[in-house]
């Protein structure tokens, strides 16, 4: 048969996503690749009081077909966290989305046409440059420091791409780097984005893992005419088996994005989604979220120690407030993909960095997890990689530097 | 703010499906408009030991990030269901999708580029022209007659249209007409597509929903050269709330569906697939589908009966074998659509056949839903309907015809 694929699909293969998300099958491995929350955290026991509740309650409705923007308590219980964290929305400015990795192509589909260019982080999430590119846009790229993206070399962008279609930004504990922007820098963005007419793709799954330091309040709270596009997720906070996230925006975006969402899937499970309403009334998520963040904190800790203790000190690496992700650095002549491969020798695996670029890759950065390992195996893990860095770093001086006797 | 939307989204609005989805809520509508289930039919207890089991046995899995292409136990019981009707397939030849939606959504996705043809059954599936709209596809129409589309006017589109990108195809009890291809046409249609190189879309929601005649082997059956990508899904024979439908064709095909999904929504909902999974490890799915079948068996006969008593004579439709919809031709003088408005005044709700012609709409045309209203309702709604009807059609009568006295 002749080739009938569309352009988009013929470069398309297995990701390194797909790796991560079946690392987990392998017990002896100690992976800190994936960004999987601690599973041990899930909330079995009060998730079969909701489900039995949920089928004995409105069994026929949560199985049936429903409405494609979403089950209104879940859109009214989002709307009260939305509000809690400085974002006034109506109902009608929110829609349920089947994980907010639908979020981010349904955004694809709703502003991207061919060789549109984003402006985005460098580095910044894996999975949204895959999903921008199924609409063949192009990336601008702008660098980081420890207050996230640089708001300099973002004006020079804006300048040199006046007809971009958006700012891409994930600005609580981002992934890859565990970065944040600063308030100051989420004011100034707000001001170029208006002072160029750019929307903002505000990507928050993140936000509610804080677990040092002061809260920054989202972007979104300086949006005054409605060109912030907020993304967020139960997948952090609650599961994200059941695929559950959700769109804020100005309603003349929210409305083509159920059209979009329509033809995309017609609806998200109507039983998770009841689910997790159910689960909210019945219980404090808020509580819930809190026990997360003391684990968290505690493994992102220990994970920390260990870089300080086993590894060689010329790696470096971003200390974050919360999220999932840790971010190191390695010395420039050290390829991290050729360190992860020895990794997996020694049963430990990490993402190298330049997978996260979308353009210019920086080759000697790696992606750490710590949401999903215990203390004990973090500790063992970290001990493996750091022998390896040493041995690593051994050779290349020995290969490297002349011999003196 | 300027306009900064995709092409695509430009001409976005909400669809007729909206209504149709939400239509149910209003309790004294009597809708034969969605293309809803019995919801009360949905095995409501039997998903309460399902899930109870799920959440016990295999709960923190089945809310964690799991696998793209679906999670495994549902695929083997999956390829034994489609192994019963012919259709042998390895595992890797099996995709879960959110709904077949998705499916249809990810093969416009994989297959379609700009301006491409998609040749079609006139009428099709109203959301499956919108999902393919979103990839600028153009539709040929081949007209069908009671054994589905008709062969020598495919051959003709096929002729006209040598580089169309595939055959579109609802071949039971199609949605909307409740045709069904011949067994005959499917074996010509296979030919065809091979002789003009061709893939087949073989969607085939309603198939193990027979309630009478003898059962057609699907197209699927008669692929030598895995040309053939058939789609199915849980909505009709279980619960489409959970939003679970597959794709099994060829390797080549799933490999590249799978690294599309991962960028559409990562996955499926794993804890609804573990649910469906397991409720068919404790339950004998095909006695469930029985009970379906006796039941829509009856709706169908009582729809039926209703027309051939309350309508004008000079109404005709077609008699469906199986699936959820009946298809009437008014006389062609009568706008279908002026029909469905006065027929919300008196509380009944249907859908202007039009809709679901991608190209040239017959407006004399409508199609009802029998599967989610009990007998006395369809009595009662299609009393209602015929009374318009006969009111309609002596008015144009009186109007159009000249007097005689």
Same mark, same amino acid.
């Given at each position: ?27 002896? +491995? ?71 990795? /639908? ?8 502003? +991207? ?81 208006? /002072? ?210």
């Amino acid at each position: 048969m002749h080739n009938k694929f569309a352009k988009r699909a013929c470069s398309i293969k297995s990701s390194d996503m797909r790796i991560i998300l079946t690392a987990g099958e392998r017990p002896e +491995l100690i992976s800190f690749a994936g960004g999987l929350p601690a599973p041990e955290l899930f909330p079995i026991e009060a998730l079969k009081t909701a489900s039995e509740a949920v089928l004995t309650e409105e069994g026929a409705a949560s199985l049936q077909y429903s409405a494609t923007e979403g089950y209104l308590p879940l859109r009214q219980a989002i709307a009260g966290r939305m509000e809690a964290i400085g974002i006034p929305a109506t109902l009608d400015q929110l829609m349920i989305t089947s994980g907010s990795q /639908q979020a981010i192509d349904l955004t694809g589909r709703l502003l +991207l046409d061919e060789g549109d260019t984003i402006i985005c982080e460098s580095p910044t999430y894996l999975a949204a440059i895959n999903a921008f590119k199924t609409y063949d846009a192009n990336f601008v790229e702008v660098e980081m420091d420890e207050d996230g993206m640089i708001m300099e070399i973002l004006e020079k962008r804006l300048m040199e791409n006046p007809h971009a279609k958006f700012i891409y930004t994930i600005p609580d504990f981002q992934n890859p780097s565990g970065r944040t922007l600063s308030l100051e820098r989420r004011k100034r963005m707000i001001k170029l984005a208006k /002072q160029y007419d750019m929307i903002i793709l505000e990507d928050n799954p993140y936000g509610a893992i804080r677990f040092s330091g002061t809260p920054i309040p989202p972007i979104k709270q300086f949006d005054t005419d409605g060109r912030v596009i907020y993304l967020s997720t139960f997948s952090k906070i609650f599961a994200p088996g059941l695929r559950l996230g959700w769109i804020c925006a100005d309603t003349v975006f929210i409305e083509k994005y159920i059209g979009l969402k329509e033809s995309a899937d017609m609806h998200s499970d109507g039983f998770a989604q009841r689910l997790t309403a159910k689960y909210m009334e019945q219980n404090d998520i808020d509580a819930h979220i809190e026990t997360i963040k003391e684990v968290y904190k505690e493994r992102c800790a220990v994970m920390i120690d260990c870089i300080e203790q086993f590894f060689p000190k010329s790696v470096s690496f971003v200390k974050p407030e919360g999220g999932l992700f840790l971010w190191v650095e390695l010395p420039e002549s050290m390829d991290a993909r050729k360190i992860s491969l020895k990794l997996l020798e020694s049963n430990v695996a990490v993402i190298p960095g330049a997978a996260f670029f979308a353009g210019n890759a920086q080759t000697n950065t790696l992606r750490l997890n710590f949401s999903n390992t215990p203390e004990e195996r973090i500790k063992e893990g970290m001990k493996r990689m750091g022998e390896v860095l040493q041995r690593e770093l051994n050779e290349d001086a020995s290969t490297t530097e002349p011999m003196t006797l």
